[in-house]
């Protein structure tokens, strides 16, 4: 792993890019190696997880802890929305409006269209 990232490390420098010491992070799966990977000379931080596009990525592959975030922005999203749901001035269709656009657009997976 150690030599794939000193030929990326070369091979951004050579068109130009840079790569973040400070922002790059580590994370292995079914790995049993543990020798540090270095960034010119400075050791990168091992992660157990990190966020991808929304996602959290952990080592052992699971989805619980993604699973348990999505359920928390959607819980907060129904908290945020109280004086919407309990209103009586707004239609039920209205309503289920705002749940599928607000709710079930911005905090569920993305499904493959049929």
């Known amino acids: 792993m150690q030599t794939k990232t000193d030929h990326l490390a070369l091979v951004a420098k050579k068109t130009g ?3 973040s010491k400070e922002k790059t992070k580590v994370m292995r799966a ?4 543990r020798e540090m990977i270095k960034l ?3 050791e990168l931080e091992d992660v157990h997880s990190f966020t ?4 959290i990525v952990t ?6 802890e993604d699973v348990k975030s999505r359920i928390g922005k959607a819980r ?6 109280r004086p919407v749901w309990t209103s009586t001035s707004i239609s039920v269709k209205t309503k289920l409006r705002i ?13 493959p269209r049929e």
């Open 40 to 42: 010119k000379d400075m």
């Open 59 to 64: 080592s052992d592959g699971g989805a619980d």
């Open 30 to 33: 079914n790995s049993k190696q």
């Open 17 to 19: 890019l840079r790569i």
């Open 52 to 55: 991808y596009l929304g996602s």
């Open 99 to 111: 749940f599928t656009t607000n709710v079930k657009f911005f905090y569920t997976v993305p499904r």
């Open 76 to 81: 907060q999203a129904f908290i945020t929305l």
